[in-house]
């Protein structure tokens, strides 16, 4: 199963965006799945995936991941609406 990955570290915690062909997109914070989505096309970078660095606190950071998925799957990891790793346009 073809799968492409991204990671970075944000105030400590582990941030990883997995894509799969068979299981979507997955957002995990310190290994824990905090949001996922099955989608199959993303033509434009799309806010895709989000969840709150500290699960259950809403004024922590927030991470989201933008995709693009046309003949590749991108992805960006932001943190407070700011780029933080992944691919480049």
Excluded at 4 to 23: A, C, P
Excluded at 30 to 52: E, H, I, K
Aim: hydrophobic share 40%; with cysteine; charged share 25%.
């Amino acid at each position: 199963m073809p799968q492409k990955e991204w990671r970075t570290r944000v105030n400590g915690h582990e941030v990883r965006v997995v894509n799969s062909w068979t299981g979507g997109t997955r957002l995990y914070i310190d290994g824990d799945c905090r949001d996922r989505n099955a989608g199959l096309f993303a033509p434009v970078w799309m806010p895709w995936l989000s969840a709150r660095l500290v699960h259950g606190d809403p004024s922590s950071d927030l991470i989201e991941v933008r995709i693009v998925a046309r003949l590749r799957v991108k992805a960006q990891i932001l943190v407070n609406g700011q780029y933080m790793a992944g691919d480049r346009e």
